[in-house]
């Protein structure tokens, strides 16, 4: 199993910046895919970035594109997301997920086998 902890959500003015990090532990060495995905109140769980275990790949929801950018630091075992110019649509609580096996889909909540508890995100004045 992989253990995955999200950290460094909190309340930002529109406009503003912050950097998500989520760390994996366990059998990390069967990750091949981790992603961001955000959930608002009363919405559904949705994709906003996710990057290969090569840290090669990354892909982006249409809404963050140009503000958010995803990386990783393989040593570390922990992956960022930097958001910057933030919306007051962008308020959410976070979710890191991992994924183990093979497939080719990555936007999509099923599409992953590990889960964090989310942090959250508030952008507001």
């Known amino acids: 199993q992989v253990q995955v902890v999200e950290s460094g959500g909190g309340s930002v003015q529109p406009g503003g910046s912050l950097r998500l990090s989520c760390t994996a532990s366990?059998?990390?060495?069967?990750?091949?895919?981790m992603a961001w995905f955000r959930q608002a109140l009363g919405k559904d769980r949705e994709f906003v970035a996710a990057?290969?275990?090569?840290?090669?790949?990354?892909y982006y929801a249409d809404s963050v594109k140009g503000r958010f950018t995803i990386s990783r630091d393989n040593d570390k075992n922990t992956m960022y997301l930097q958001m910057n110019t933030l919306k007051y649509e962008d308020t959410a609580i976070y979710y890191c997920?991992?994924?183990?096996?093979?497939?080719?889909?990555?936007?999509?909540?099923?599409?992953?086998?590990?889960w964090g508890q989310g942090t959250q995100v508030t952008v507001s004045s």
């Open positions: 997920a991992t994924r183990s096996r093979l497939s080719r889909g990555y936007d999509h909540p099923l599409d992953y086998d590990y």
């Open positions: 366990g059998r990390t060495s069967s990750v091949n895919r």
């Open positions: 990057i290969d275990w090569a840290g090669v790949l990354t």
